[in-house]
């Protein structure tokens, strides 16, 4: 599966970006879907994830900010970041998790099995 994000970019503070991010070469359907985000000199941590059934969980710090969605017939998973803030500034990754499960999500990284390259977001003050 390859993961493909896009819609990165400069906002102000208080402003909104979409991300999304586009799988390929798999059955996207499978995957349990995430978005992680790393900021400069810091680790890389959850965000947010949805399982295939479309169950959604949150990182409290962007909870009730940012919605994560998904589009199978797409195989594209979504980020609607709304009210951002400077420290939401990172590298923004989806990643995808192989499961049986249509239930499941998981916030741990290193169960996911495909990541995409990364795309940029920096929030201005």
């Known amino acids: 599966v390859q993961l493909v994000e896009s819609g990165g970019g400069l906002v102000q503070a208080g402003g909104s970006l979409k991300l999304s991010c586009a799988a390929s070469g798999g059955f996207f359907s499978r995957y349990t879907m995430g978005w992680f985000r790393q900021a400069p000199g810091k680790e890389r941590e959850f965000v947010t994830t949805?399982?295939?059934?479309?169950?959604?969980y949150y990182a409290d710090s962007v909870k009730g900010r940012f919605t994560i969605s998904r589009d199978n017939a797409k195989n594209t998973v979504y980020l609607q970041m709304n009210s951002l803030k400077p420290e939401d500034t990172a590298v923004y990754y989806c990643?995808?998790?192989?499961?049986?499960?249509?239930?499941?999500?998981?916030?741990?990284?290193?169960?996911?099995?495909?990541w995409g390259q990364g795309t940029q977001i920096t929030v201005s003050s």
């Open positions: 949805i399982s295939r059934s479309g169950s959604t």
């Open positions: 990643a995808a998790d192989f499961t049986i499960s249509t239930t499941t999500w998981t916030t741990v990284g290193s169960m996911y099995d495909y």
